[in-house]
């Protein structure tokens, strides 16, 4: 069974930094191309960072320059290192992963889904 925890998830004030966790188990971690994604409440998920097989990061271009992505293969766990944060990045956060080498930002190519972690960022 292939299962994806986030944990990290607080509330913050605008500035300020968190780091994302997403514990993986289930499968064979490399293999597997990964992301973040958000979404507020009456908004659609989006897309934030993408993590291919080969390494290749893809961010969304309202976080660029704030948020980063990455593994720990020890670890079986993706982070997403999230600095300056802003209200409107106020959301709930998921992780994803699918059996591709590249994902990309979409949806459709993600197989499975953590729970989220709450992200609140006050002004």
């Known amino acids: 069974v292939v299962e994806l925890a986030e944990s990290g998830g607080d509330s913050v004030q605008a500035g300020g930094s968190l780091r994302l966790s997403c514990a993986v188990s289930?499968?064979?971690?490399?293999?597997?191309?990964m992301g973040w994604f958000r979404q507020a409440p009456g908004k659609e998920r989006e897309g934030v960072a993408a993590?291919?097989?080969?390494?290749?990061?893809t961010y969304t271009e309202s976080v660029t320059g704030r948020f980063t992505t990455s593994k720990d293969n020890a670890k079986n766990t993706l982070y997403l290192q999230m600095n300056s944060l802003k209200p409107e990045d106020t959301a709930m956060y998921y992780c994803?992963?699918?059996?591709?080498?590249?994902?990309?930002?979409?949806?459709?190519?993600?197989?499975?889904w953590g729970q989220g972690t709450q992200v609140t960022v006050s002004s």
């Open positions: 994803a992963a699918g059996d591709w080498e590249s994902c990309g930002l979409g949806t459709t190519r993600y197989n499975y």
């Open positions: 993590f291919d097989t080969d390494g290749t990061t």
């Open positions: 289930g499968y064979t971690y490399s293999s597997y191309c």
